[in-house]
């Protein structure tokens, strides 16, 4: 999954108002509203009240063979002899320390576990390995117990790598194919040929890994509703468990970013090239045993379940090994320092190499109250499943239409959301198509305020 940084409307109304693509929301706040803490608070302190029999593990792997043009991860492009293996140890210097600041074994259980980036088979088969034994052996995360989620590329997908991953427990290989198109791969400057998507897609199936994620991108120049269909097809034809459905974005400082269409405001004729698509593709998974889950995501009906929180990456109890990796508290979400441009990256990539000691929380945001109540209603209200308004009245004690008032009003009136009475806040499939423009809506002021102080780097 992409960090996309965009600007943030100054206003609910403004956000509201303008494009229907302004904003991927899958974590909140986002990264650019973190800064760096003057406390620098000993983890151990941060993790003491917190949960900790059903953590999320996360483990960020910075390094791709290239970057797309849409791509505004925080990824670099290669690795000089040795950086890998010095990552890596990084990597276990900051396990030892976490896993200490957790404290005693039998309090500390995992529930799910990811491997992402970058792209985490940019590592050789003998690195991956060593990745699982940190995960297992220094954060005592059983792999073949959870769910293991593990991102990968057509070029890095090799038969000695997937073969190290299935033997490790992976449930998950999500790999990003875009397009099955060549000449839209090309407009979206990522070089790949079909043939060997392809090929990568046939070595994924050929392991005992169960469920298979493909990732698709709609709005790319020259494509049309035919063609976003064939692409669609071609991914079909690997009945693959899950499908993402992603709004290509132009963010700043990305490849694409040099050729921006238009830097004056929303594109409408681009906008409304991505709803049609978007809806193309919606109504063609639907017609064909696909669940929705979100506006991009799409589940086949009979796909292996995976867990209960198989994709809620932003809930609380979530620990981030890795410089771009984020970890959450209930108090407290903290990070390393974030950027986009490569010089940039890879100075904070040669510090985090050169670190010896991880006990502290470095960069974050502080998560009061009213921010719990707005991060839970965003990432349930942006779920096809929506609020359970039962559930959110026994976690703060009050109500989401009394604590959100003009924004739940704003949406029912535009018609994004659905009558209530049931117990639960939906979305419409009108609101979830417009996810985008509905998650910036529920930002805070304080939080829209920080994004909009970030200086970009």
Not at 212 to 232: A, H, K, M, P, V
Not at 331 to 341: I, Q, R
Not at 403 to 430: K, M, S
Request: with cysteine; charged share 25%; aromatic share 8%.
């Amino acid at each position: 999954m992409s960090t996309n940084l965009t600007t943030v409307p100054g206003t609910p109304a403004e956000a509201a108002s303008t494009s229907p693509y302004q904003h991927y929301v899958y974590a909140y706040p986002h990264k650019t509203a973190y800064r760096p803490l003057d406390d620098r608070p000993a983890l151990s302190d941060l993790w003491a009240g917190e949960d900790k029999r059903a953590l999320s593990l996360y483990l960020h792997i910075p390094f791709c063979e290239v970057r797309c043009g849409f791509c505004n991860l925080f990824t670099r492009i290669g690795a000089p002899d040795g950086l890998t293996g010095a990552y890596l140890d990084a990597l276990e210097r900051q396990a030892w320390a976490v896993r200490e600041a957790l404290g005693e074994s039998e309090d500390v259980r995992f529930a799910t576990a990811a491997f992402g980036g970058g792209t985490p088979t940019f590592l050789t088969a003998r690195e991956l390995e060593r990745l699982c034994d940190i995960a297992e052996h220094r954060m005592g995360a059983d792999l073949r117990a959870v769910p293991l989620s593990v991102e990968t590329s057509p070029a890095t997908a090799t038969a000695d790598r997937l073969a190290v991953l299935a033997e490790r427990g992976t449930t998950r290989l999500s790999i990003g194919v875009q397009s099955f198109v060549d000449s839209e791969a090309r407009a979206a400057v990522r070089p790949q040929r079909r043939a060997d998507v392809e090929a990568a897609l046939g070595r994924i199936r050929d392991t005992t890994v169960p469920v298979l994620n493909i990732d698709l991108i709609y709005g790319i120049d020259g494509q049309t509703e035919r063609t976003w269909l064939g692409s669609l097809d071609a991914a079909l034809a690997w009945r693959p468990e899950e499908l993402y459905l992603y709004p290509l974005y132009v963010r700043p400082l990305t490849g694409l970013d040099r050729h921006r269409r238009n830097t004056d405001g929303p594109d409408p004729a681009w906008d409304e090239q991505r709803l049609r698509l978007y809806r193309a593709g919606r109504d063609h998974l639907l017609s064909r045993g696909y669940v929705q889950q979100s506006m991009r995501m799409f589940r086949r009906a009979d796909a292996p379940p995976q867990g209960a929180d198989d994709y809620a990456c932003q809930t609380d109890g979530m620990i981030g090994l890795g410089c771009g990796a984020r970890s959450y508290t209930s108090a407290l979400h903290y990070s390393f320092d974030y950027a986009v441009g490569m010089h940039e990256i890879r100075g904070i990539i040669d510090d985090y190499v050169a670190t010896a000691g991880f006990g502290h929380a470095e960069v974050g945001y502080r998560v009061d109250a009213h921010e719990a109540r707005r991060r839970h209603l965003l990432q349930s209200l942006l779920q096809a499943d929506g609020l359970d308004t039962g559930d959110y009245r026994a976690r703060f004690g009050s109500a989401p239409g009394d604590d959100f008032t003009a924004e739940l009003d704003g949406l029912a009136a535009r018609g994004w959301l659905a009558d209530p009475a049931t117990g639960r806040l939906r979305l419409t499939p009108e609101g979830l198509a417009h996810s985008d423009a509905i998650g910036p809506l529920l930002f805070s002021p304080a939080v829209r305020a920080a994004m909009a102080a970030y200086e970009r780097k």
